[in-house]
């Protein structure tokens, strides 16, 4: 790249001394420029692409709630505590943050006075924070981070082991119930090899009073949820990285260049300008045409005994009447000629002039040339041109005084 932005300077160099040249007199100016800078934080930017970065992750663990009377006299805390399921999946969509959808499930139990239980769907969206990667650098082959999350989700209840006191629209106690609740927790991350985790999280799930389908005045009901498993890296590991800053010193370099063959130039322009200066200037004189008319070669040839123009010879007339349009002061002599061996001296003079009209009257007849220009001269036999008897049968065109 950087020799194609020197070829272009040459380019441009050259481009310019033609015009240096040209304008040798002219004052060479210089025009400095303010250029305004700003400042580029250098900090490297990571991103992942489409197919990187996206996981599955498998688990099991325990439920405890924490609800309504949960003071209860029964003390066992196993009525408290279920097994819980978990499956999700999700994407780091750089490396300080990812997203994921989990969804949670199992039996859950709690005391209300009493023993009870139902069984629960849990599907969230939550938002992860890699502290590890934002504190202390991005390294994706790091033995353990430490992952916050928030999330929004939405749970369904079922399969009641007690008659709940939240009546539906039909007037009945309700069956089911369908809550929304807000999550945070912290997960745990352990790796194993390139493709596979090993994770440790809490989750605390916050509901409204209804969660149980019991409403007994206390604002909020919890769910706590610790989980282990196993995540499952997709596609590739690493992130994508740029830094504005990386190429500030070739650029730099280069700007440094440009200046330089900046004021190398405008250098080489002032010293041609002034050389030039010296120089006297030399007289132009005023060129002169002259136009030069030059011999007229050109022929009419008849047939034995024949004063008429055939038509193969027609373009030498045109020829001879287009040098009379191009040289309009000019004149022509018209000479006729007749083959000696073919009739006698009186026949013949008179053949050779009536051939030489001919060739006249087609040039001012045809193409308008005006007779004037047009001398008619009658050589008959006596004179032959030519030692080819036949090729005396002609009539020869010459320059006549201007």
């Not at 409204?208 to 997709?234: C, H, L």
């Not at 041609?272 to 030399?282: D, F, G, K």
Request: glycine share 8%.
């Amino acid at each position: 790249m950087k020799k194609n932005v020197l070829w272009a300077f040459a380019a441009c160099s050259a481009m310019l001394l033609p015009g240096i040249n040209a304008n040798a007199q002219d004052d060479v100016v210089v025009t400095e420029e303010v250029v305004t800078v700003t400042e580029v934080p250098c900090k490297t930017h990571y991103y992942s692409s489409n197919r990187d970065n996206w996981f599955i992750q498998i688990g099991a663990g325990i439920n405890g709630t924490f609800v309504e009377n949960s003071h209860s006299k029964i003390k066992d805390p196993h009525h408290q505590m279920s097994v819980a399921y978990n499956f999700g999946f999700g994407k780091w969509i750089s490396p300080y943050l990812g997203w994921r959808i989990s969804f949670l499930g199992g039996p859950i139990h709690w005391n209300q006075g009493e023993f009870r239980k139902a069984k629960y769907a849990n599907a969230n969206v939550d938002f992860m924070w890699d502290m590890f990667n934002s504190f202390h650098g991005v390294n994706t082959r790091r033995v353990f981070s430490i992952v916050p999350f928030v999330g929004l989700g939405g749970t369904f209840m079922w399969d009641f082991s007690h008659r709940t006191d939240i009546m539906g629209r039909d007037g009945k106690p309700k069956s089911t119930s369908w809550t929304l609740p807000v999550s945070a927790g912290l997960q745990l991350r352990f790796r194993l090899c390139k493709y596979v985790d090993f994770f440790a999280e809490g989750r605390a799930q916050f509901y409204g009073d209804n969660w149980n389908n019991t409403a007994q005045g206390y604002p909020i009901d919890i769910n706590v949820t610790a989980i282990g498993g196993f995540s499952f890296n997709i596609g590739g590991c690493d992130f994508k990285s740029y830094n504005p800053c990386d190429y500030v010193g070739y650029i730099n370099n280069l700007n440094g260049q440009v200046n330089d063959l900046r004021a190398a130039l405008a250098t080489s322009a002032a010293a041609l300008a002034a050389a030039e200066a010296q120089l006297p200037c030399p007289e132009v004189q005023e060129a002169v045409e002259v136009t030069e008319v030059g011999p007229l070669m050109a022929t009419v040839r008849f047939s034995l005994n024949s004063a008429r123009i055939r038509d193969e010879e027609m373009v030498n007339v045109y020829n001879v009447a287009q040098y009379l349009k191009d040289n309009p002061d000019q004149t022509i002599v018209i000479a006729g000629y007749a083959d000696k061996d073919t009739g006698s001296s009186d026949y013949n003079m008179g053949l050779s002039k009536r051939r030489a009209e001919a060739v006249k009257n087609a040039l001012v007849d045809k193409y308008g040339i005006a007779p004037e220009r047009l001398t008619v001269q009658a050589e008959g036999s006596n004179v032959q041109p030519y030692d080819v008897n036949n090729w005396n049968r002609i009539v020869i065109f010459s320059n006549g005084a201007e």
